[in-house]
Nanobody, 120 residues
């Protein structure tokens, strides 16, 4: 059974940094598929950062609004995917989710989310 657990959110002042962690257990396939999303109040959930999704799309994908400030990385020994967030802005305030796919049918598996609040 694939499980996804995020941590690391909190309250930070504008210009500060946070590192989010996502532990993906149950499948190497699912660990390799994990990425970060966020949802702000009143807005749709959006992709924040993803590793390359296919040979035809080999680059790490970042939302335009976070390019140059956020970095996704992973540690296979710890089954953990990270999101390093620097120079945070109030508009980064959202619930951040880690999402992956279940092996076989590729069903989405979401974590419970972690709240990030950036004060101005």
């Amino acid at each position: 059974q694939v499980q996804v657990v995020e941590s690391g959110g909190g309250l930070v002042q504008a210009g500060g940094s946070l590192r989010l962690s996502c532990v993906v257990s149950g499948s190497t396939f699912s660990f390799n598929r994990a990425g970060w999303y966020r949802q702000a109040p009143g807005k749709q959930r959006e992709v924040v950062a993803q590793f390359p999704q296919s040979p035809e799309s080999p680059s790490t994908n970042y939302a335009d609004s976070v390019k140059g400030r956020f970095t996704i990385s992973r540690d296979g020994a710890k089954n953990t995917v990270y999101l390093q967030m620097n120079n945070l802005k109030p508009e980064d305030t959202a619930t951040y989710y880690c999402k992956t796919n279940r092996p076989g049918d590729w069903t989405d598996v979401w974590g419970q989310g972690t709240q990030v609040t950036v004060s101005s």
